[in-house]
C-alpha cells in the first residue's frame, strides 16, 4: 500500500521530443505528489508538484497530469533538451494527520535526450 | 550559501570499521532525514526528525544510529560497516509537510 510504482525505467528520445513518464499509487491517504530531477553526481532537487484537487500543473516545460479516480499522475517534458537527460523520481506523501507523513519515492526513470 | 551540506563528500573505509556523515541546514527547516539510495538508484528512507526528535525510524540496522544534536544538524553514525552498507547516502531538510530539500550526498564504499 505504501508502493509507488513508476514506468518507464529508462526513456531515450531525440531533442525536441515529449518524454511521458507514469506513476500509479495505492494509498488514498497521499495528498502531496513531487516529482525530483537528480542529476549524476548530485541530490534530488524538486521539479514540480501536485496536490489532488487539481489534474493539471505546468511549470515551464514540465506539466504533471494527475487522475485521482486512476490513482495515477504523469510527467510530460515539452520540448525537451540534452540538459534534460537526468534520473526523474516520482514520489508521494500522506499529511502529517495520517500515519503516512514520509515521501515514498518512485523507482526512478533515466532519461536520455540526444541531440 | 549551501543549502544542506553533508561531510564527507566520500568515504572509502575497511569492514568491520565505524564512520560518521554529518549533515547541516540553514533553511530553518524543523525535519531533516536520512536517505540510503543503492546502485540501482532506489531512494529509501531510513530516518527522519523533528525538531531533534526521532519521528521516523525505517527497517534500518541497529548499527545505524541517527544523533540530532540540534534542529540544524542530524548525523549518521554506522557502527561495524558491512559490504552492504556501500550505497550513496543523502541528508533532506523540509517544513512540515512541505518539499524535501537534499544534500549532495555521501558516497560510501565498504572494501
Known amino acids: 500500500q505504501q508502493q509507488v510504482k513508476q514506468s518507464p525505467q529508462s526513456l531515450i528520445v531525440q531533442k525536441g521530443g515529449i518524454p511521458i513518464i507514469n506513476c500509479a499509487y495505492e494509498?488514498?491517504?497521499?495528498?502531496?505528489f513531487p516529482w525530483y530531477q537528480q542529476f549524476p553526481g548530485k541530490g534530488p532537487a524538486l521539479l514540480i508538484a501536485?496536490?489532488?484537487?487539481?489534474s493539471e500543473k505546468k511549470e515551464g516545460r514540465f506539466t504533471i497530469s494527475f487522475n485521482k479516480s486512476a490513482k495515477q499522475f504523469s510527467l510530460h517534458i515539452m520540448d525537451s533538451q540534452p540538459g534534460d537527460s537526468a534520473t526523474y523520481f516520482c514520489?508521494?506523501?500522506?499529511?502529517?494527520?495520517?500515519?503516512?507523513?514520509?515521501?515514498?519515492f518512485g523507482p526512478g526513470t533515466s532519461l536520455s535526450v540526444i541531440p | 550559501d549551501t543549502a544542506v551540506s553533508q561531510t564527507p563528500k566520500y568515504l572509502v573505509t575497511q569492514m568491520g570499521n565505524d564512520k560518521s556523515i554529518k549533515c547541516e541546514q540553514n533553511?530553518?527547516?524543523?525535519?531533516m532525514y536520512w536517505y540510503k539510495q543503492d546502485s540501482k538508484k532506489f531512494l529509501k528512507i531510513m530516518f527522519s526528525?523533528?525538531?531533534?526528535?526521532?519521528?521516523i525510524n525505517e527497517t534500518v540496522p541497529n548499527r545505524f544510529s541517527p544523533k540530532s544534536p540540534d534542529k540544524a544538524h542530524l548525523n549518521l553514525h554506522i557502527n561495524s560497516l558491512e559490504l552492504g552498507d556501500s550505497a550513496v547516502y543523502f541528508c533532506?531538510?523540509?517544513?512540515?509537510?512541505?518539499?524535501?530539500?537534499f544534500g549532495p550526498g555521501t558516497r560510501l564504499l565498504v572494501l
Open positions: 533532506a531538510s523540509s517544513p512540515l509537510e512541505e518539499t524535501q530539500y
Open positions: 494509498n488514498t491517504a497521499f495528498d502531496y
Open positions: 501536485i496536490r489532488p484537487d487539481v
Open positions: 514520489a508521494a506523501r500522506g499529511s502529517v494527520q495520517t500515519s503516512y507523513d514520509k515521501v515514498i
Open positions: 533553511l530553518g527547516h524543523d525535519t
Open positions: 526528525y523533528n525538531n531533534k526528535e526521532l519521528i
